[in-house]
């Protein structure tokens, strides 16, 4: 009998991890569930999506490795990823170039077979994480910029663009058909949207600068959408009934709140995720260091991050779960982490633990160091170890503890961190130039919402009160700030907040723009409109309006709306190249 017992065991012993530990239980019959379950996650960030498109059209390589460290990130072994689930993750999203590693898509032929070698090695990595346990996304990322193809101006090219994604979702369903509903499919990063647009000279040399508008952009965002559920689903296999994560618009949350953004059909049952992306507020997530990055963890800012999120409990109401594919105050270039940053991922912890949201922190080693195999902060370390699945209980004690520590941390906030800012009421207008830098270290108050408290460290602003009719000067002074000058120009506009609501129909017209000190001459005619029908602004530089004579509520103080301009500063200009002030004096008041 002991003999027996030994033999079992041994033979036992031999038979490989293929599954994951709880890969004998059933999936959850919603994607809600889902989204529950899958805890927390962390993207292999910047390493099998590394692109290296000077290989195409020459020495071409598809070298497996060549593309993983490229980025700089090291080789990935299962130690990190055994190391990543022992710090509290519990689903890896996977982010992969498979284009760039096609065989002459980039050549305008319709040859889009994926490199054996490459898929041999993602799917080694794959298998890692769902044998210790973890759930695993696999995208196709920005890959290069080939979606660029779906809005080229040839028809041709755009047929070859939808023949290609259909292939190439062909080829990972049946390479992958085996592993099961742990493994989780997601048709895109942030490309559907205005990403098609990307007149990408590798993969649309038959292209011109035609633009979709954005009724087109959710139109085809939808199709690829559809046509990603409907290749899964004809491949076979565990495929039949996979979960498929579904990008929204861009990834972005309001534009995937919009109405036009609809979910695929998809013949088996709740089996589709939604993701979408969260960086609120870019100028502090985002920001290249710590020392430019806007101050973070007021009242409002607690409250922006909330509502925002809020908007995709629509989608969670309809028992479809959603992922935040991404998120994070990110490290700087420098490794420091930003002021509250703990406080800011706890936060945003707990509200997703509130609204039923998997949240997936992204990373490329900055949060998580893989050659270290240990978070950077140990503070850091030990929120997600406590944020763990395993060390949650039940959903109602979950989500009753996240609402409990969101509101304390909302009631502890501070209304501002300025003592001398201006203050907005519902019957006060306020004037600002919104701004962030080309390389998007400096940054203020960006948005409709007149955020003062959202600013670079050392940045000087001149804001001003609007007491009706008459002419008022707004500025910024950079050369406080870490660099002493904000290199060239990223977005901005004017802004005055409640224009529409308490003066409808007055436009802005500009009498003097001063940069360094000098006049500027405007490359363009300023036109005043509003986004969202209580603030009113005049862009300066916003490239993704490209076509202001569509723009329903353009106006002008004189004249008709006669070639109008939404990027009046040419950012080709030397002196943009290096500002340290800027100063617009204008005139405010009803259409003349």
Avoid at 2 to 28: F, G, K, Q, V
Avoid at 46 to 67: L, R
Avoid at 137 to 161: C, E, K, P, V, Y
Wanted: hydrophobic share 40%; proline share 4%; charged share 20%.
């Amino acid at each position: 009998m002991i003999r027996t017992i030994l033999a079992l065991l041994c033979a036992l012993a031999l038979l490989p991890a293929a599954l994951p530990a709880a890969a004998e239980d059933a999936p959850p019959a919603t994607s809600l569930e889902m989204a529950r379950l899958m805890g927390n996650g962390i993207n292999l960030g910047n390493t099998f999506e590394a692109c290296d498109n000077g290989m195409h059209g020459g020495n071409i390589t598809y070298d497996p490795a060549h593309y993983e460290t490229l980025w700089g990130q090291p080789v990935t072994t299962r130690k990190m990823i055994r190391g990543m689930k022992e710090a509290g993750f519990d689903t890896l999203r996977i982010p992969v170039a498979w284009m760039t590693n096609a065989t002459h898509l980039a050549r305008g032929e319709n040859d889009y077979t994926v490199s054996p070698a490459y898929l041999d090695r993602v799917e080694e990595v794959v298998s890692w994480a769902l044998e210790e346990g973890m759930f695993v996304i696999l995208n196709d990322h920005w890959d290069g910029g080939w979606w660029g193809m779906f809005g080229s101006a040839s028809a041709d090219t755009r047929a070859l663009a939808m023949e290609a994604y259909k292939g190439l979702w062909s080829q990972l369903a049946e390479r992958f058909a085996k592993y099961d509903w742990h493994l989780i499919f997601e048709g895109a990063n942030e490309e559907l949207g205005a990403r098609f647009d990307e007149n990408s000279p590798l993969y649309c040399q038959d292209s011109t600068d035609t633009y979709l508008t954005d009724g087109e952009r959710y139109t085809l965002t939808n199709q690829v959408n559809q046509a990603f559920t409907d290749t899964v689903r004809a491949a076979g296999g565990n495929n039949a009934d996979r979960f498929l994560l579904i990008p929204g618009f861009g990834t972005n949350i309001a534009q995937t709140f919009d109405s036009r953004f609809k979910m695929p059909s998809d013949s088996a049952q709740g089996r589709l995720l939604l993701s979408v992306h969260c960086y609120t507020p870019w100028s502090y997530c985002g920001a290249s260091s710590a020392a430019s990055a806007t101050k973070w963890g007021t009242k409002k800012d607690f409250q922006t991050l909330e509502s925002e999120l809020k908007m995709m409990g629509r989608y969670a109401a309809q028992g479809i779960g959603v992922v935040i594919g991404e998120y994070g105050a990110l490290p700087g270039s420098d490794g420091i982490m930003k002021d509250n940053a703990v406080t800011y991922h706890r936060y945003m912890l707990d509200l997703c633990d509130y609204y039923d949201y998997c949240p997936v922190l992204w990373d490329c080693s900055g949060f998580y160091v893989r050659r270290q195999l240990a978070f950077s902060d140990p503070d850091m370390a030990a929120l997600y170890l406590e944020k763990r699945r395993d060390a949650e209980g039940s959903a109602e004690e979950v989500k009753a503890a996240a609402r409990a520590a969101a509101d304390a941390a909302l009631e502890a906030a501070p209304e501002t961190f300025l003592t001398d800012a201006v203050t907005l009421t519902d019957d006060t207008c306020v004037a600002w130039i919104m701004w962030n830098s080309g390389d998007w270290a400096q940054s203020y108050s960006v948005g409709d919402t007149y955020s003062p408290d959202t600013v670079s460290a050392g940045l000087k602003t001149t804001d001003a009160v609007i007491d009706g009719e008459g002419t008022y000067t707004v500025a910024l002074d950079f050369t406080d700030t870490e660099g002493g000058a904000s290199k060239s120009v990223a977005f901005s506009a004017l802004g005055i907040a409640n224009g529409e609501i308490l003066h409808p129909g007055w436009a802005v017209h500009f009498q003097s723009v001063k940069i360094n000190g000098e006049e500027y001459k405007l490359s363009g005619r300023p036109y005043t409109c509003s986004d969202d029908g209580k603030c009113t602004r005049v862009n300066l530089f916003n490239e993704w309006v490209t076509n202001p004579m569509g723009v329903p509520n353009a106006r002008v103080m004189y004249g008709p709306n006669i070639g109008l301009s939404a990027t009046v500063i040419n950012r080709n200009d030397a002196v943009i190249q290096s500002i340290k002030t800027i100063e617009i004096t204008f005139l405010y008041g009803p259409k003349k």
